[in-house]
């Protein structure tokens, strides 16, 4: 798995990662915690700086509920500025790039439930390994390693967004870029890469991603939809069951859509889902 191009600023893109952090944490409110020491485990699959964790740390010590954390990232990078900023560094918090050490933690602590988080993280995947060999590396990771609960938060689309798009909406969007040359030449290297946004699915994909203009060598060719919902739920079928489920829109990106270039969207761009392993 390759960590792909360098950030140019690692920092404003932590920042732009941290905004919405409450929405992020939706499945605090789904699982059902009692006071008792180390009851669970959270490993938090592609942690960064470490900004979630230390959200989840704050909200559940406040109500006197202890858990282990694992941070893994495959970027030593992210994992040394999560070790650096992470106010509450004790012995129940471990980041690592290391996803054996992962499963040894795993193993010590297999008295506790354990919660992988798989924040803005699938997407990630797809677009940065290096072939298929390492997409099944993941999979197998996420749906083998014994967890009791997975909790995803991504962008993630149905089929029916391959159709052409809104006549009035793309004309906006083309004259929004048209008045920026900045934005304008970076809405043209997209096009090349993905292709025209007649297509909505394309049309969409651009707008989740102009905002990301520091990075955008970086950005431009993630692939933010590479799997259908459908497909992505088929995946857990034999293992997990799926307890909870929300499609949306980010509100924050919805507000900019408006102020930016006055589109309102219909199609969700996001999900939100929990699965609880199937009893054997």
Request: hydrophobic content about 40%; proline content about 1%; glycine content about 4%.
């Amino acid at each position: 798995m390759e960590v792909g191009i360098d950030f140019k600023n690692i920092i404003s893109y932590n920042e732009n990662m941290a905004k919405g952090l409450s929405d992020k944490l939706f499945f605090l409110n789904n699982l059902k915690f009692h006071r008792s020491i180390h009851e669970y485990l959270f490993v938090d699959f592609g942690c960064a700086d470490g900004t979630l964790i230390n959200a989840m740390y704050e909200f559940l010590d406040a109500q006197g509920i202890k858990a282990y954390y694992i941070g893994y990232d495959i970027s030593e990078t992210m994992i040394d500025l999560a070790k650096t900023k992470f106010t509450h560094y004790t012995d129940n918090v471990l980041f690592t790039s290391n996803w054996d050490e992962v499963e040894a933690e795993m193993k010590v602590r297999d008295d506790m439930q354990s919660v992988l988080i798989l924040s803005s993280v699938i997407h990630e995947v797809y677009s940065y390994a290096e072939n298929n060999a390492d997409i099944d590396i993941f999979w197998d990771r996420v749906l083998h390693s014994g967890f009791k609960y997975i909790c995803i938060r991504d962008m993630m689309c149905s089929k029916d967004i391959n159709r052409e798009t809104n006549e009035e909406l793309r004309n906006k969007l083309i004259d929004y870029v048209a008045r920026n040359p900045i934005l304008n030449k970076l809405f043209n290297s997209f096009r090349d890469i993905w292709g025209p946004t007649t297509n909505n699915k394309n049309f969409i994909h651009f707008l989740l991603k102009y905002r990301w203009q520091i990075n955008w060598e970086r950005e431009v060719h993630e692939n933010y939809f590479p799997l259908y919902i459908d497909e992505f739920l088929r995946g857990f079928t034999d293992t997990y069951n799926l307890t909870f489920f929300e499609r949306f829109r980010v509100p924050f990106l919805d507000k900019c859509f408006k102020e930016d270039l006055n589109i309102e969207l219909e199609d969700y761009t996001h999900i939100k889902a929990i699965f609880e392993a199937k009893k054997n």
